[in-house]
């Protein structure tokens, strides 16, 4: 089974732009959640969705969204770029079956590196 | 708020030694506990997951216990090897059906 797959892994951009990274979790499993890491905050829970539903959101500005489409592939969106959001983005995906609290393994992709200018 | 603690935040060892990553986290209320390994620069590789009824999970030379009540985690690492340097997370997943990382141990296994 091919693993968690993310698309671009590196992205040059600068500030005032916008950006969309996307994720193509492991076949069958419908659960995605994005996560950003810097040197400074370490890893933080972004947002997470299940069956096209964002389930939870993490403590970042409304310039941060995401969405997940019927074949459970995510994107996620960051406009209005700013040099603190130069980070590496990961996102995750689990294989829970219900609409409830995943006990599951979470399975990370590489991530795609973000440099704003 | 759940917070998760990792120290020592670096260790170096001798090839051989036995590695012991330490873990703690401020609520006890969680559903599982996973610790992971992450390469400078790539993503982050699963390597074992404890569910909160467990106290311990074992692959090959990785041996991770759990001790909810004082919100404990220790990861092993029997006989280490130089391909096992790298930094260590753990990770705890309680409400909100997110992971709440620690800050991570960055080893060093020296031939």
């Known amino acids: 089974k091919a693993g968690v797959t993310q698309t671009p892994r590196y992205l040059i951009k600068t500030r005032g732009q916008q950006v969309t990274l996307s994720c193509s979790p492991i076949s069958g499993h419908r659960s995605v959640s994005w996560y950003q890491q810097t040197p400074g905050q370490g890893l933080q829970f972004l947002f997470e969705?299940?069956?096209?539903?964002?389930?939870n959101k993490g403590n970042f500005p409304g310039r941060f969204s995401g969405r997940q489409f019927s074949n459970s592939r995510s994107e996620m969106n960051v406009s209005t770029l700013e040099l603190g959001d130069s980070a590496l983005y990961l996102c995750a995906s689990s294989s829970q079956m219900t609409s409830g609290i995943s006990t599951d393994t979470q399975y990370f992709g590489p991530g795609t590196r973000l440099t704003v200018l | 708020k759940q917070e998760v603690t990792q120290i020592p935040a670096a260790l170096s060892v001798p090839e051989g030694e036995n590695l012991v990553l330490n873990c703690s986290f401020t609520?006890?209320?969680?559903?599982?506990l996973q610790w992971f390994r992450q390469d400078p620069g790539k993503g982050l590789t699963s390597l074992l997951l404890i569910q909160s009824s467990q106290r311990e999970q074992t692959s090959g030379r990785l041996n991770a216990s759990l001790d909810k009540s004082s919100g404990r985690s220790t990861l092993y690492i029997a006989a280490s090897q130089p391909g096992d340097s790298a930094t260590y997370l753990c990770?705890?997943?309680?409400?909100?059906?997110?992971?709440?990382f620690g800050g991570g141990t960055r080893v060093l296994v020296k031939p």
């Open positions: 609520d006890s209320a969680i559903y599982n």
């Open positions: 969705y299940f069956s096209e539903t964002q389930r």
């Open positions: 990770a705890v997943k309680a409400a909100g059906n997110k992971l709440t």
